[in-house]
């Protein structure tokens, strides 16, 4: 099948890209006290020149003491690790692909395995990592506040410096998704609730005060997702009729695009239709929507970090979809990790160069 339609340009607001492909974001640990160095900047231009329309970077922190697990996860904030940021958006843009940083706060999270662990606690609407399990404060509603504020900062000095949009971090049980999720939000304020759209309520002033600081013309992205890290068959949202009072508060607030995270692009979200989640997503909100998981290759990227290796797969039935129209981007992750060129492999039909991937891919920035 070809894959002419993954090589159409897109645009949207101040994102015009060549070409369907996104890279996701994917945690590298590679910026020692939150400081992007040259080498972080080198990894991300390394996949510009092999024709990814748009990165969006791993996920960096805001600025909340406690916003991060481990030290050498990169910042959004401060004059250091926001020169670094500004090294690699001028490396992205000079080697021909747009680039947002996934901006992200981890909420309330497991000790990290190298025995660091922030200043203050970590902080989330109720302590709670995961249903019975409490490794943090419960945040006040001046820490809400606060946090709403250094999520907009971070935006607004994104779009200052250069960068084509933003992606905010709502997904996989981090902070927006522990309001989302009621095992892990047990407030009684109005950032808590018996429902779904009632625990939109913090995402959604997050994404107002990201739209108040960037303005109407920045394309604003939104990663969801419904599984869990302690429940990967977890579904946020049941039915469809649930999905749409979820999706359209954050709609309505600004979101341009959402990004839907499933552990493999192919499997249908609801009985009695084969849409997968960002299928669903357009058909329920009509806005732009990213699908990811599994693109490209055999395994997903849970048993990736548990140490299993996956080869490389057609994309038939990734452009049959994107052919009848369920999503208009494609995120792709490890296959970019271990290979930059692997956008220019496959537009230019050299499949049999494709690599698989490996875990040792995890532990370096593939440069060649």
Known sequence: MSTDSLFKPFSLKSLNIKNRIVMAPMTRSFSPNGVPGENVATYYRKRAEGEVGLILSEGTVIDRVSSSNDANIPHFYGAESLAGWQKVIN?????????????????????????????????GPSGLNRPGFNNGNTMTEKDIEDTIIAYGKAAADAKRLGFDTVEIHGAHGYLIDQFFWEGTNERTDIYGGKTLAERTRFGVEVIKEVRRQVGEDFALIIRLSQFKPAAYDYKLAKTPQEMEAWLNPLVDAGVDILHCSQRRFWEPEFEGSDLNFAGWAKKLTGKATITVGSVGLSGDFFGAFAGESSQATSLDELTRRMDRGDFDLVGVGRPLLSDPSWTQKIHEGRTSELKGFSKEALGELVLD
């Open 91 to 123: 490396e992205v843009h000079a080697g021909g692909a747009q680039m947002g940083p996934q901006i992200w706060h981890m909420g309330v999270m497991d000790n990290h395995h190298s025995g660091w662990v922030p200043s203050q606690p970590f902080e």
